[in-house]
Structures are given as C-alpha cells and as structure tokens.
C-alpha cells in the first residue's frame, strides 16, 4: 500500500470534516436602502429598511448594523408582507434575529415550503410591558435540505404591538442559543427587593407581578459579577402578597445578577449612605440611583415637599419616576421613597403640586387638606405606554402625601402637540381658577385654565423658552403694589410682564438668571404662608459623581426677589436664611480691617463645607478674589466681571465695593454677588483638593503679601468692610 502524501490526508479530511465546518450562508442583513429583489406588499414595511427606531416607537435594540425590518412604518395599524425570492436549503438551520409582537399567523415570520408554511416564529410581545430589543431565534430546517423555500415576514395585525422586527437571516450548520424569560416567586414579607449593578451592563427589563398585574416595570444594567452598587426596590405597598418577579431574556451566563436579587428590610451600603466621598453634604440627592429636575414643590403644614425625577435602578437617567423627601427647614431632608411610579399612560416626567385648600377637585376624605400632584405621562418612553402620545394627569394625598392615589379618569389633559410637557399649575386669585403652565414644544408655553384641575382648556401661547415652565408674581422692591410676573424655562431665562389668568404679555425680557454650569430645570414652591411672603426656588444640580450608588443633585434653596437697577427690574438670588442653621463654627469676622503688612488674619483656618460672605472694598485693586479649596473665584476690577472655572458674569461695583456670598460643598460652589444680582452655581469635585482657603487683591505697585498663615495665604491691595467665614456642619447628621 503505497504512503499518502500530506496535501492527499489534508483534502481527505476536509472531505470528511462534519458539515458544522461549513459557512453561513447569509440570505438578508437589510443594510440596503430598499428591499431589494424582495417582494413588499402594504404600508407597513415602508420603502425600505429602517434605521432603527421609527417616530413614536421605543428605542429598538439588539439587531446588526444600522438597519432592520420593522413593520412599525405607520404605527401598529399599518399591515403588510415582505417575501423573499426562492432559495435552496443548505444549511441544518436558519437563525435570525426577531422582535415585536407575539401575534402568530398576523405578525410573524414564515418559511414557505411549496407555498406553505413549514416553519413560523413572533416576537416575544403579547401583553403591557415588553421590550422592542430583537433576539436570536432557530428553526431545525435539517429535515428540509435542498428544498427550496421562501422567506416571508408577515404584518396582518393592527393596535398593541401589532408589528415585527427581523434582521439578519442566515442559513447555518449551527443553533444559535434562544433566549427566554425567566421568574421568581417572592412572599413578599421585607421593605425591599435588592438588585446588583454594574454601570454598562447590558440593560434588562423587570416586571414585578402581583395578582397577575404588573405593578413595578424597570430597565437595570443587572451586574454579570461583582457588582459597583447596589439598588432596591420598595415592596412595603405589597407585603404579604405573592410576587412574580420576571427578566426579560434571560442569559445564564450573563445575568448571574437576577438570581441574586434577595429580600431585606435594609440594601447594602445603607450604613454608609449619605457617607460616602462625593455625597453632597448639604444639598439635596437621592439614596440610590439618578436625579434630574425638582417637581412639585409645594409647602403644606410645617413641611416642605421636594419630589424630583427619579431613576431608582441605576446610575443614569430612566425609568423616570417620582421620588419625594420632606423637611422642616429645607435643609434637613427626609427620603419617603418613590410616590408616583410609571403605569400604562407612560413614564412620569416632571410636573408640580398644589394644596386644593377649597377642594375644588372633591378629593378630600378626611380632615386634611389634599396635595395634587400634576405631572406628564410620557407615554412612548415606557414598554407598557409605547402607543401612547405625551399627556398630562394627576395624582392626590389625603395623608400628608405619605401615600399617592391616580385619578382613574386620567389623563386630564390630552395631547396637544409634540413633547408637550412640564405642568406647571398656580391658584389665579383674581380669577378664582387653576392655571397651567404647560411647554408645547418648538420653544413655546400654552396656558391652560380649571375650576376642577380635572378639566382644563387651553387659553393661549407664547413663543419663549424650552421645557420646564414656571410662572408666579413679585413685588418690585417690596412693594405689594407693584408686581411683576415671571415667567421661565429650563435655562433659566426669564420674562417680566403681566399676566390675567389667561395670557402672558412680555414686557422685558428674555434675561439672563444665573451663570454657572450646573443649573437647569428649577421650580419654586406654591403655598409658602403669607406671612412668610418668601419666592423660594430649587434646581436640579447637574453634577456627575463617578463611582458612587447616586448621581446629580439638587441645588441650595435660594429667595428670588425683584430689584430695580441701572438695566431695568431684575430677579436676585440669595440662599435662604435657614442657612444659618448648618454653622458649625465661625472660622473668622473680620470689619473695617485695612491690609496692613504682618496681619495673621487666616492662621489655623482649614475646612471641607464652608459659607463666606465679604463685602469687600476695591480701593485701588485690580483684581480681587478668593482661592477655595485649589478653585479661584476672581474679580476682574476693570472689566467689572466676577469669573470661576470659565463662568463669567458682569459684576458692577456698588459705591466702590462689591459684596460675595459663597457657599462650599463637596462637588459645587455657589456664588453670589452684591446680594444676589449675579447667580453663579459651579459644579466642581472637591473631594480631593486641599481644605485651605486665600483671599487675594492685586493692584499696580502696591501688591503686598499681607499675611500667611498655616494653611492659607492672603495677598490684597483693598479692605473688608465686613468678612465671616463659617465652617458648616454636614446636613445628614
């Protein structure tokens, strides 16, 4: 027997070799403008694939490329059939990715064999809740080789996920792995459900059930392994109820992280919360999870309510919910947990509050008065709304707003147009109504009017600002005879002018409020007693802290009055007075002292949370500012320009001097000068920079070295008329 030479044993092997060696044979990736030499019938698969998500559809995930089928072309009421031309089978399988409904034989995906169906798949969908994501689907087509057969994706469905999305057809000698959903049964018997978190997860939706409804749906980026944090979720509204907890997908290897979801009456890490390095010490944030804009500020009774957008589960922004603390003081705040959670309407987005004194809405049950929550039901944002448009609706307390009840006739305000959004609701006193304040998208804002806050209709529009509304009245200088009103978006800006319940005419404006770089989407609250005659004002902080379980903040309360100055009435910002309630100790006081060389002034001063307030005369300085903590807050003498990490405002001296209130936390300083005419809130991590403070003042020749302590070294050619610094105590303790 002759030797087989090596290039002969190769090619016989290879002969030999199982099939599972072969290629994929790709029959469409839909990467193409149009369909190709596909066959399309109907509306619903549109001229060509789609790049993704279509209008008004949720965001559309898991396919390859750029482009898929998705029959959502005209909503879920658009039908048709897309048909490929005939090819052989010559694989063992056929896989392709599949999402949308779970209608078989209306919407669905069909392998015709001689004209008839030999093989059929739907999307996972089939009830409220629900992902668009696409996922890995296998027919066993091994009994059909070398038969010729023809793709067909078929939408004949109409309303709720009446639709499919495919992608990626291939013929191949391997099965991929099929995903399905998973679940849990809990006796619910502890205050939470505990979930771990890794921050760039792959994302997965959850469904708590009870009585076979869903009552929780979230997003969360579960933890593969060791998780960075730690979530839960509240189930005290349930306890003693069975519960079905469900991940969409489910993938052994991948979502380790369900199957350590426990129960406990505490989370982990809850004896370090408000402890850990970047947690502000003294403004507002959450427990756990993202915070955006402050909703429905309202005053009631001795208490002051912060609601505030609300990712519960995660790191960044989604699932928007309502979350809500109180306090006596706006300083000390207490976290009552999420009040207003996403239901079929949508997900909540922002809103306001108000106190129904005269129970114009008849909600009142007992002796208290009710808190009305008004806010956008985003609908389309939400698996369980994602046919709904943007509508508003609103939810009530009979209980000091411990416990929230729907109105089961929502929304009470439908669609108007766009992204309308934002509810901003006052009490007209003049005209003995309810007024809304409600962005209608492309920079405009409607007013809408009611007796009931149930019933409302849209007055009027004004061409203004983005999103985010608010509206109220101020007097000028103090006086009660002369007010003005004011009317703002997101940014910030504001108008001056006149309002009679139904129409706002601008009468200066827009103008300029606050120059940092954190502030946006603020609100004030409604129902501050007469007596107390305050217009106070929160905003969302946009600070990210990086590594920690929360993310955002809210900023310090500030007291808007109006002023008239040299440019015409302005609004002022100061931090209220219930500051004073964080000093820990004065650092130092200081009143007419003149720069003398030798002055000790700073010797020993050190401190992480600090308030300065100077009023500081500029004599023949040039330039005059503090160092805080490694930061230079600088006033530029000739330009008349106050400036801190490249944010800049126009600062004009007052009789010679210039007044600076700032206040110092962890991950921001908030500036204010001359009283409140210029507004500088500036995120900044401080966590690791020095605790040491300096003030300087330069000036031609007579720059000096005035004094050195320990820790900080002051350099000034003026003299303070009055300077305080206080160290401050941490809000949490």
């Not at 039901?377 to 000091?400: E, L």
């Amino acid at each position: 027997m002759k030797q087989l030479c090596l290039t002969c044993l190769i090619i016989m092997f290879a002969c030999l070799a199982p099939t599972t060696a072969q290629e994929d044979i790709l029959i469409a990736d839909f990467e193409g403008k149009d369909y190709g030499n596909w066959k399309v019938t109907g509306e619903a698969f549109g001229p060509g694939p789609a790049r993704g998500t279509l209008p008004s559809q949720m965001d559309v995930t898991g396919f390859e490329g750029k482009s898929l089928v998705n029959s959502y072309y005209k909503g879920d009421d658009a039908t048709g059939t897309l048909t490929c031309p005939r090819f052989e089978i010559k694989r063992k399988y056929i896989n392709f990715l599949i999402g949308g409904g779970k209608n078989p034989g209306r919407a669905c995906i069909n392998l015709l064999v001689e004209g008839k169906v030999a093989r059929t798949a739907t999307g996972p969908n089939d009830r409220p809740g629900g992902s668009e994501e696409l996922a890995w689907h296998s027919w066993d087509v091994s009994e059909l080789l070398e038969q010729n057969a023809q793709i067909q994706i078929v939408d004949n469905s109409t309303g709720g996920w009446g639709h499919i999305n495919v992608d990626h057809i291939i013929q191949s000698n391997r099965k991929v792995e099929v995903l399905t959903d998973k679940t849990r049964e809990f006796l619910l018997q502890n205050k939470y459900l505990n979930f771990p978190v890794k921050n760039g997860a792959k994302k997965r939706l959850i469904h708590l059930i009870v009585d076979d409804k869903i009552v929780r749906e979230f997003e969360i980026e579960l933890a593969p392994g060791e998780p960075d944090f730690w979530v839960f979720l509240d189930v005290r509204d349930f306890t003693g109820e069975k519960a079905i907890l469900r991940i969409d997908k489910y993938e052994p290897a991948r979502t380790k992280g369900f199957d350590s979801v426990y129960q406990a009456d505490t989370y982990i890490g809850e004896e370090t919360v408000y402890r850990e390095k970047l947690r502000p010490q003294f403004h507002f944030t959450s427990k756990r999870g993202w915070n955006n804009d402050s909703n429905g500020m309202v005053y009631y009774d001795g208490e002051y309510h912060l609601f505030y957008q609300h990712n519960p589960y995660g790191w960044s922004w989604g699932n928007m919910t309502w979350g809500h603390a109180v306090s006596e003081d706006m300083i000390h705040w207490r976290e009552l947990g999420d009040a207003i959670h996403p239901d079929r309407l949508g997900t909540i987005f922002s809103g306001s509050a108000v106190v129904d004194v005269n129970n114009t809405a008849g909600f009142q049950t007992g002796d208290e008065k009710v808190l009305v929550c008004v806010y956008t039901s985003a609908g389309g944002t939400n698996p369980m709304s994602k046919d709904q448009p943007f509508t508003q609706s609103i939810a009530y307390s009979n209980n000091r707003g411990r416990t929230w009840k729907k109105y089961e006739h929502n929304p009470v305000v439908g669609h108007i147009n766009g992204g309308n959004r934002d509810p901003k609701v006052i009490w007209h006193t003049p005209t003995a109504q309810w007024v809304m304040a409600l962005y209608l998208d492309d920079n405009t804002m409607g007013f809408l009017t009611s007796k009931d806050l149930k019933s409302w209709k849209l007055q009027s529009r004004i061409k203004c600002f983005h999103e985010c509304p608010e509206i109220f009245s101020l007097p000028v200088d103090g006086d009660l005879k002369n007010e003005k009103w004011i009317l703002y978006g997101g940014s910030g800006e504001y108008l001056i002018g006149n309002f009679d319940g139904r129409q706002f005419v601008s009468e200066a404006g827009p103008i300029p409020f606050q120059h940092g770089n954190c502030f946006y989407a603020s609100q004030t609250f409604s129902n501050i007693p007469v007596e107390d005659g305050r217009r106070i004002q929160i905003a969302w902080g946009r600070v990210a802290t990086p590594g920690m379980p929360f993310n955002q903040m809210m900023l310090f309360p500030v007291t808007l009055t109006l002023h008239t100055t040299e440019e015409g009435i302005r609004m002022f910002a100061k931090p209220v007075r219930e500051v004073n309630k964080l000093h820990k100790r004065r650092l130092c006081q200081w009143k007419y002292i003149p720069f003398k060389h030798g002055n000790d002034l700073l010797s020993d001063m050190s401190a992480e949370l600090i308030h300065i307030y100077g009023d500081l005369e500029l004599q023949e300085a040039t330039e005059i500012g503090l160092i805080i903590r490694d930061i230079p807050v600088v006033y530029d003498v000739e330009k008349q320009e106050l400036s801190c990490l490249g944010n800049k405002a126009t600062l004009k001296p007052v009789n010679g001097r210039i007044q600076l209130e700032l206040l110092v936390d962890r991950t921001s300083i908030e500036i204010f000068g001359n009283d409140g005419r210029v507004y500088m809130p500036v995120g900044v991590i401080l966590a690791d920079n020095s605790q040491t403070l300096k003030i300087f003042a330069k000036g031609g020749n007579h720059d000096k070295i005035l004094a050195k302590g320990g820790n900080a070294e002051f350099t000034f050619n003026a003299r303070t008329l009055f300077f305080e610094v206080f160290e401050l105590n941490s809000a949490w303790k």
